[in-house]
């Protein structure tokens, strides 16, 4: 069996040059049996024309909202009930500008604006486009009312410029639809499993100043702590996200608590630990930090710099000496030994559980989508093959809520 087999899909593409994607993207979701309905705006049809979808979804293509072939039903309130996903890909600025304060002047928005079915947004634009406040402010509002983005990739733009903003591949599209599908049945198994469960998570990289323009800190994106999050809300769960500096946009529904240093992150999470039922760290904390932050930019001279760093706090290590009935995650992310490591760091600092996996290995690296992870436990190993980070963080509660059925939590071990 296909696995989109039964699924409705309406596709919205508006005027980019990122338009010739959705071809392809309409093509494959075609062949994972799914019905696509492609729906275009009039910007969209001067980079592609209709009869390219057409031929490729072997459906008819929307561009007019005054259109009605079929005299019985009102063709955008049809697509808006019957669709099982709606999918905008690529999604302008001027689109998202759109949806998010609710104009509806075409076919496409006026069908995001009748439907109940979930949405997804592929933005595509330029880098600088992107980043503006304007954008960034109708993304989370968007984000605010339930609808999910799939974020652009960072590149050569068309414009020549090179940053974030390129439309995710017709795969990666592909693959999160089919994540999605599949996860909605387990979401329905889970029937809020983390209900009246309170849940911190710290996510992203911290910054240690050297001086007022320079820093230390790592590759970390945040996406898996990120995902963790809207996880354990989708779940049921009382959130609080604390997160260092990263540029994706805020989860809805969460206690967003933003830092930047490690000391600010250790101060925040010492402080709402007691109250917690999970706390999983996933930020990636800096192990060092200045001994001195120079009130000043430091200027260049001739020879060597040296930098003499201290040990910064070691949040993990504080919260397992802390531990009642807690149930602590945390995070090892190596480049060799993996789970010797892992294993190593489940015993010193405490914890639980202890999410492992090597940075090197391909599809499993900061800052990507995808993660190959081992979940380290005090009785087993359990490795997971690549998925989304939002598999992943659900296999992650999974495993969780089973080892709290069994009692398998060491308070303050």
């Not at 561009?63 to 009605?68: H, L, R």
């Not at 994106?221 to 994706?248: C, F, H, N, Q």
């Not at 081992?374 to 598999?391: F, G, H, N, Q, Y």
Request: aromatic share 6%; charged share 25%; glycine share 8%.
């Amino acid at each position: 069996m296909q696995p989109l087999s039964g699924k409705t899909i309406v596709l919205g593409v508006s005027g980019g040059i990122a338009a010739y994607k959705a071809a392809a993207l309409t093509s494959k979701l075609t062949q994972a049996g799914a019905s696509v309905y492609v729906m275009m705006t009039a910007n969209a049809m001067r980079f592609v024309q209709p009869l390219t979808f057409q031929a490729l979804s072997h459906q008819p293509v929307y561009t007019d909202v005054f259109e009605e072939p079929d005299p019985h039903v009102i063709s955008h309130i049809d697509l808006a009930d019957r669709a099982d996903l709606i999918i905008l890909a690529p999604a302008t600025a001027s689109l998202i500008g759109k949806l998010a304060n609710g104009i509806a002047d075409d076919m496409l928005t006026t069908t995001l604006l009748a439907t109940k079915a979930p949405v997804m947004i592929a933005p595509a634009m330029n880098v600088n486009m992107y980043d503006h406040p304007a954008v960034v402010a109708n993304m989370k509002r968007l984000e605010s009312y339930g609808y999910r983005f799939i974020e652009p990739g960072v590149g050569l733009l068309a414009c020549g410029w090179v940053g974030k903003g390129r439309l995710a591949e017709p795969e990666e599209i592909v693959a999160v639809v089919q994540e999605f599908f599949a996860s909605a049945g387990q979401e329905k198994k889970a029937a809020r499993d983390l209900a009246g469960k309170r849940v911190l998570i710290t996510a992203g990289p911290t910054r240690e100043k050297i001086d007022p323009v320079r820093y230390i800190s790592n590759h970390s994106s945040g996406k898996m702590g990120y995902a963790l999050a809207e996880a354990a809300r989708d779940r049921g769960a009382e959130v609080i996200l604390v997160s260092g500096p990263t540029a994706l946009p805020r989860p809805g529904g969460v206690e967003f608590v933003a830092v930047e240093s490690v000391q600010e992150m250790y101060d925040e999470v010492v402080t709402r630990y007691p109250t917690c039922d999970i706390v999983i760290k996933a930020a990636a904390v800096s192990d060092y930090r200045p001994v001195n932050r120079h009130e000043h930019k430091l200027k260049k001279t001739d020879g060597l710099l040296q930098l003499e760093l201290e040990k910064a706090p070691d949040i993990l290590q504080a919260l397992g000496q802390q531990k009642t009935s807690q149930y602590l995650v945390g995070f090892a992310a190596e480049t060799r030994e993996v789970i010797k490591y892992a294993r190593d760091k489940l015993i010193r600092k405490k914890a639980d559980m202890i999410v492992a996996n090597d940075v090197l290995a391909e599809g499993a690296g900061m800052g990507t989508d995808t993660n190959i992870v081992t979940l380290v436990t005090e009785t087993e190993d359990i490795a997971l093959p690549i998925m989304s980070k939002r598999d992943v963080a659900d296999r992650i509660f999974d495993a969780i809520l089973h080892h709290l059925s069994l009692g398998l939590v060491d308070e303050g071990k």
